[in-house]
């Protein structure tokens, strides 16, 4: 015997259209493919032995972009803390890019980088977190400590060169009841690194009109676009003592003036002739005051960049390369 009665409608025990319906309505919105990021700032080129992966920095600075060809491939946070940084720097040594490329490139020691990369290639998984977190990793060091240390730096170093480690590391032990470890004032009395934009002149000689005073770097904020810091290049130069105010009024307004280099690629900047001016961004501009009262810039200008006529590439030319400026008597 049927329960249920001719003509009546049966109950439905699924309703998989309606479920389905449902659970479309309250699951969040996930886009199929995620938006390919526009290519920024050229950290990593290509050459003859790296003739595909490209990494770019994104026009905020916060995130870095890898590219295999004209492909997007990847995007990782530009945080040397994150374990996708440090992941994506063990894959690029194992892809068999140069490692002084990638450490003066990504400002990480050579070692640190090979270390991840034999991490990855290894397949153990406890290895490779304890790769990833770090020499330091158990060291108690917190910002609290961090900032303790670098407000007593400068008193210490005032009071006498020799042994302000020893001092430092033991007032932080007494304050903090923590063992700060060997190696640790390396954290607690380096100076912050900073990103900015950084123009110089170039002289062609030594008796040029720009005098020694003129040559200390220009800081510009890093979220500039080159085509701002050009503009700024152009009104810096004009208005130089290369010119008469005659001849800056008349030539200030000119984006393309006869018999003067210009050139924008992104990384680097060139505006003149013979003495010029030249702009690049940095990511690692330091700051400090020495025990004389001289200040010391210090900076690693970036490799620059040429296109390949035949093949459209963008190719690396020279190396990225340690600055110093001291001013002060």
């Known amino acids: 015997m049927s329960i249920v009665e001719d003509g009546a409608d049966a109950p439905e025990l699924f309703a998989p259209d309606s479920l389905s319906t449902a659970s479309a309505a309250s699951a969040p919105k996930v886009s199929e493919e995620p938006p390919e990021p526009l290519r920024g700032q050229s950290l990593l080129g290509v050459d003859k032995r790296n003739p595909c992966i490209s990494v770019y920095e ?5 995130r870095l972009l890898v590219y295999y060809g004209l492909e997007f491939f990847e995007s990782v946070k530009n945080d040397r803390e994150d374990p996708a940084y440090k992941l994506l ?5 194992n892809a068999r890019i140069n490692l002084s490329v990638l450490s003066q490139t990504f400002a ?6 090979r270390r991840w990369g034999k991490a990855l290639l290894q397949g153990d998984a406890v290895e490779l977190i304890r790769v990833l977190e770090g020499r330091g990793a158990g060291r108690k060091r917190t910002p609290g400590v961090e900032k303790f240390a670098r407000l007593r730096w400068p008193s210490l170093v005032a009071e006498g060169s020799y042994g302000a480690v020893g001092r430092l590391l033991q007032e932080i032990e007494s304050v903090f009841e923590v063992t700060a470890g060997l190696g640790a004032e390396r954290f607690y009395t380096r100076e912050p ?3 900015a934009w950084i123009v110089q ?3 062609h000689r030594v008796d040029s009109p720009i005098r020694d005073c003129d040559l200390r770097p220009h800081i510009l904020p890093w979220r500039w676009s080159s085509e701002r810091v050009l ?8 208005n130089s003592a290369l010119w008469t105010p005659f001849e800056s009024l008349n030539r200030v307004n000119e ?3 006869l018999g003067i280099l210009v050139q924008n690629n992104g990384t680097w900047l060139l505006y003149g002739d013979a003495t010029c001016l030249i702009a690049y961004p940095v990511k690692d501009l330091r700051i400090t005051r020495t025990v004389l009262g001289k200040i010391v810039m210090e900076w690693t200008t970036p490799a620059n960049i040429a296109v390949d006529r035949e093949s459209g590439r963008l ?8 600055e110093r400026y001291e001013l002060g008597d």
């Open 193 to 195: 690194m900073a990103r």
């Open 315 to 322: 190719l690396r030319v020279g190396k990225p390369a340690a």
């Open 201 to 203: 002149w170039r002289r």
């Open 108 to 113: 990480v020691d050579p070692k640190t980088i």
């Open 89 to 93: 720097l063990g894959r690029l040594y």
């Open 58 to 62: 994104d026009a905020t600075g916060q």
């Open 255 to 257: 984006r393309e003036p």
């Open 231 to 238: 503009d700024y290049m152009r009104c810096v130069f004009w």
